[in-house]
């Protein structure tokens, strides 16, 4: 696979991150938000709606590890299930907030964590690379980039 370049524009990287399966789309969040830590969330101060973000943690973190990670699967394959469409809801910054939430629940075992033994494919690895080398500000643009258009479109009166 070519080398990503993200210096003059992410959309390479955001193509790739959109090519890759389910599986190594949750794999590579995780690894750029424990390389980033707890820069993500003064990064958007204010902007982030933390309190609807923590909201739908607390739906999730009750649930078997199984069902967590079935959700986190959901949101990115934008299924349309009721959490889903409550997460589509949410703006970009909204969305980064919640899967800071659920990395920070994975660190904790609160919510699945990564399997030891999970290998990336050599494309998952690649775009990581590429991401470990971006500055903070195309780190970030590319989480809220790549999260803003996951989960399913909110449905109105009946259709829920």
Aim: proline share 5%; charged share 20%; hydrophobic share 40%.
């Amino acid at each position: 696979m070519p080398s990503i370049n993200l210096k003059n524009d992410l959309s390479q990287a955001l193509q790739a991150f959109r090519h890759l399966n389910v599986d190594d789309q949750l794999a590579l969040l995780w690894f750029v938000y424990t390389k980033m830590g707890g820069s993500i969330t003064p990064a958007a101060p204010g902007a982030a709606g933390t309190e609807i973000a923590e909201n739908l943690f607390n739906q999730v973190k009750p649930m078997s590890h199984e069902e967590q990670l079935q959700v986190q699967r959901d949101l990115l394959s934008n299924a349309d299930t009721t959490l889903s469409r409550e997460y589509g809801s949410l703006s970009a910054n909204t969305k980064l907030l919640f899967w800071y939430r659920l990395a920070q629940g994975m660190e904790s075992a609160t919510i699945v964590p990564m399997p030891p033994n999970y290998e990336m494919s050599s494309e998952a690895n690649n775009l990581l690379a590429a991401l470990e080398t971006a500055d903070f500000e195309q780190q970030i643009t590319f989480l809220r980039e790549a999260v803003e258009p996951t989960g399913a479109e909110a449905k109105s009166g009946s259709a829920i």
